[in-house]
């Protein structure tokens, strides 16, 4: 197989992180196949995810959305699994300091001087005398962009700590964001689950004042989820569901059509499994394959349907409920065509398609306008009998393709971001023959995560936890669903 490699362009933009799996890598280049081993840490990543999510409110959620509108309920909240942070005198709840020493360590080994602690877990009553302290000396006006009312404050969940300089310079000011130790948590706190909380120039979104110091802990995969999807502060992650009311809610939903054509809904629920099937359609018979995905990226799911009549349509998804008519985005042939659908390159907002003919010539058809498919690209060969699935199997914000042969390997080709592959492909699993379809999911699992959801021929599915270069968890998700046609 052949594949176009723009390594020389994009090199520098992917990195390998070191971890616990060890796959055996395939490397593709002329033909020769030689074994070579990949490592790689979990992180996660998306395809094609709704912007946004609802905000969650239960206190022992490590991703918690407080601020200065939503309170702790209750509001004297206490955790029960706080620890001395570190031997300082300074509390946090257990998982949150395990990862405080992982980003301590990093801090000192990348030679910025090292960090200190400064605060941790405030109860209601200790919030009560710091937030009426500030309000007798500034006034309440401005005690509310430096202070949180008690109950109202995130050091009450035991997730936040203040920190600083190991010298003790810059303590609790700004300008410990210009200092080394500053500027590697503000580039790295993500990799052990915190952000920087309060970013500069976003008081008028969070409320507070630029706090380079003051970081909180969500969990690794929400803080790189954030990080890869460049959003800064949690008002905006958690900005509320577009899609609350629309047929498809969430990228963990799943979608399927029985033999009659009835189009069906399995809410996910918040255990990592489906509810029972709500119908949201009809008249979905003749399809080879169906994609559940955001083709105008308006945040609400749309459905691509691929005919047996050999056309491609777009049903938009509306934000009341229910989906538009037909868009034909295809026309003549794609019913001989092997396809999959997601964000290809940086270059394009939109997801487009990646297939291939009999002839095994892989192409890329931008969706440039988010209507018709524009002219394709033509971007590798020797692709014949492969199953395709865009995901981000390296975590680095670049689409991969995993790629299924007849014998079962599961082989993942390195996207570089611009329509182009990168470096050796990768066999990632084996025994894979007995998967019928293999459909992206994000969000099953718990807010930031992503993985697989493979429909075995038996009728069962599984979901397949993706990390980076790693599948990190697996489970059985459903079972019955031999009659059913799934989504991807």
């Keep these: 197989m052949q594949v176009q490699d723009r390594q020389g362009l994009r090199g520098k933009f992917r990195r390998r992180v070191a971890a616990c799996a060890v796959f055996l890598a395939v490397a593709v280049a002329g033909g020769a196949v030689s074994a070579v081993p990949a490592m790689a840490a979990a992180v996660p990543a998306t395809v094609n995810p709704l912007p946004s999510v609802d905000p969650i409110g239960d206190p022992t959620s490590y991703s918690v959305l407080v601020n200065k509108s939503r309170p702790l309920n209750p509001a004297s909240y206490a955790p029960s699994d706080l620890v001395n942070a570190r031997g300082s005198g300074q509390y946090m709840r257990a998982e949150a300091a395990a990862w405080l020493n992982g980003l301590f360590q990093g801090a000192a080994d990348a030679g910025t001087g090292g960090l200190s602690i400064v605060s941790?877990?405030?109860?209601?009553?200790?919030?009560?005398?710091?937030?009426?302290?500030?309000?007798?000396?500034y006034g309440q006006a401005y005690a509310d962009t430096i202070s949180a009312r008690p109950g109202y404050s995130e050091h009450q969940t035991g997730l936040a700590m203040d920190i600083g300089n190991a010298a003790g310079s810059c303590g609790l000011s700004t300008c410990f964001g210009d200092t080394a130790a500053g500027k590697w948590v503000a580039a790295n706190a993500h990799k052990y689950g915190f952000i920087v909380r309060y970013p500069d120039g976003y008081t008028g979104i969070t409320g507070y004042s630029y706090e380079p110091w003051h970081l909180r802990y969500?969990?690794?995969a929400l803080a790189t989820d954030m990080n890869r999807r460049g959003f800064p502060t949690l008002e905006q992650y958690f900005a509320g569901n577009t899609a609350v009311s629309a047929s498809i809610?969430?990228?963990a939903d799943l979608a399927a059509a029985d033999a009659s054509g009835r189009l069906l809904r399995y809410p996910s629920t918040a255990a990592g499994g489906y509810m029972d099937a709500v119908q949201i359609g009809s008249g979905w018979t003749g399809l080879k394959q169906a994609f559940v995905v955001d083709w105008d990226i308006d945040g609400v799911y749309d459905l691509l349907a691929q005919w047996?009549?050999?056309?491609?349509?777009?049903?938009?998804?509306?934000?009341?409920?229910?989906?538009?008519?037909?868009?034909?985005?295809g026309n003549g042939g794609w019913d001989q065509m092997t396809i999959t659908v997601g964000k290809w390159?940086?270059?394009?907002?939109?997801?487009?398609?990646?297939?291939?003919?009999?002839?095994?010539?892989?192409?890329?058809?931008?969706?440039?306008?988010?209507?018709?498919?524009?002219?394709?690209?033509?971007?590798?060969?020797?692709w014949q009998g492969m199953e395709l699935t865009i995901a981000d199997w390296e975590g680095d914000g670049a689409n991969d393709i995993l790629a299924r042969t007849s014998s079962g390997a599961l082989i993942n080709y390195r996207g570089d971001g611009w329509a182009g592959f990168y470096g050796p492909a990768t066999t990632v699993g084996t025994g894979w023959q007995y998967m019928r379809v293999m459909a992206p999911s994000f969000g099953l699992t718990g807010a930031g995560t992503r993985g697989i959801t493979a429909q075995t021929s038996d009728g069962n599915l599984y979901n397949y936890g993706l990390g980076r270069s790693q599948w990190t968890t697996y489970g059985q998700v459903g079972s019955g669903w031999n009659s059913l046609k799934l989504f991807k």
């Excluded at 491609?312 to 008519?325: D, Q, T, Y």
């Design 120 to 137: 941790g877990y405030r109860s209601y009553a200790q919030q009560q005398q710091v937030y009426a302290y500030y309000v007798s000396i």
């Design 218 to 220: 969500v969990g690794v």
């Design 249 to 251: 809610k969430s990228g």
């Design 308 to 329: 047996n009549n050999g056309t491609l349509g777009v049903f938009r998804g509306l934000p009341g409920g229910g989906f538009a008519g037909q868009v034909i985005v």
């Design 345 to 382: 390159t940086h270059a394009d907002g939109r997801p487009g398609v990646v297939g291939y003919f009999p002839d095994g010539v892989l192409r890329y058809y931008p969706n440039t306008f988010g209507g018709a498919l524009s002219s394709p690209r033509t971007i590798g060969s020797g």
